[in-house]
């Protein structure tokens, strides 16, 4: 028993214990229960429509029957990926904006810090026990999709709607990651759970309502009449709008899965008639449809690294003391 205990380690033990935390929370039940619900009602959505979707010899992708069950709707409802850009920052701030505060207020950092624990094993066991969380929920419907699939339409997986589909769920848990990471930091520069709580909500509401908003004004402010511009201005004023949208980060986000669900896109910009000229409409292997949204997969990446490294210095840094 000593041995077990001594290999695990204390990084192993806080996983445990924060793990165990976070399935005991009625927050995260009922954030589970609501992205149940969503997934469910996206798949009977998609369920109810995938024969005409399928059956669709103009559509590039009707023989992607698995990529369809994640994309197709009646527009009733918004597909599952949609939701996810809206739930998946919720399920990221929820398990985040008090994980450091709410210790220190309770007076149980100062005893854990008393203890042989240093202080970045406590940090990243916060992150990854919570990233593993994320992650067995989120493989766990991708498998009930899946399986319900197999099981109602009898249709083999293609080896690229699988690739695919296993893309979809890694940047998913990398969406929610930046906004742990991002909560995770709050959490540290504000004592009270509620005032870091809210101002990651403020963040995300911003970022999802407002910004696109701002920078539409912004740029048609400084726009000419476009009855005086010429198509290639056009063309190079919208990769402007575009490049400014993509600071945010629920448009990366969109962007890739959209990309990944769908291969017959075939670009994220503006495209020329010139460049249209000669196109066959076909759905593209999945490495180019990674290498199209690589720039986004990057950002998204190093925004979540970024705040994760800025948790990482200022608990480093704070006076833990009661």
């Known amino acids: 028993m000593k041995s077990k205990s001594v290999a695990t380690g204390p990084f192993g033990v806080i996983v445990h214990k924060e793990i165990t935390d976070h399935i005991r ?66 399920l990221g701030i929820s398990l985040g904006f008090d994980a450091i505060n709410s210790e220190q207020n309770s007076g149980t950092l100062t005893r854990l810090m008393a203890q042989p624990i240093y202080r970045d094993n406590l940090l990243l066991a916060k992150f990854v026990s919570a990233l593993v ?32 589909i296993l893309g979809f769920i890694v940047i998913t848990i990398a969406y929610v990651a930046f906004w742990l990471s991002l909560s995770i930091m709050l959490s540290i520069l504000f004592k009270q759970a509620a005032t870091s ?15 696109q908003i701002i920078i ?10 476009p009855a005086y511009l010429t198509p290639a201005e056009i063309i190079s004023y919208n990769d402007l709008i575009l490049n400014l949208q993509r600071i945010a980060p629920n448009q990366l986000y969109s962007d890739t899965v959209t990309t990944l669900l769908m291969p017959s896109i075939r670009s994220l910009g503006p495209v020329t008639m010139e460049q249209m000229a000669g196109a066959i409409p076909a759905p593209l292997p999945f490495k180019e449809s990674v290498m199209l949204v690589w720039p986004q997969v990057s950002g998204l990446m190093a925004s979540t690294v970024g705040c994760f490294a800025l948790a990482y210095y200022f608990f480093m840094r704070r006076e833990i003391r009661s």
């Open 216 to 225: 539409n004004l912004v740029i048609k402010s400084f726009l000419p009449d």
């Open 25 to 90: 929370s009625w927050r995260f039940a009922i954030l589970i229960a609501l992205i149940v619900l969503t997934f469910i009602a996206a798949m009977y959505v998609s369920l109810t429509n995938i024969k005409s979707a399928i059956g669709n010899a103009k559509d590039p992708d009707h023989l992607f029957l698995y990529l369809k069950l994640l994309t197709t709707t009646d527009n009733s409802i918004p597909p599952f990926h949609v939701f996810l850009s809206f739930l998946a920052p919720l």
């Open 197 to 211: 709580a809210l101002t990651a909500i403020g963040i995300w509401l911003f970022f999802t309502i407002f910004y």
């Open 133 to 164: 969380m994320v992650s067995s929920l989120f493989l766990a419907l991708a498998l009930l999709m899946i399986g319900s699939g197999l099981i109602l339409t009898g249709v083999r997986m293609e080896p690229q709607e699988l690739l695919r």
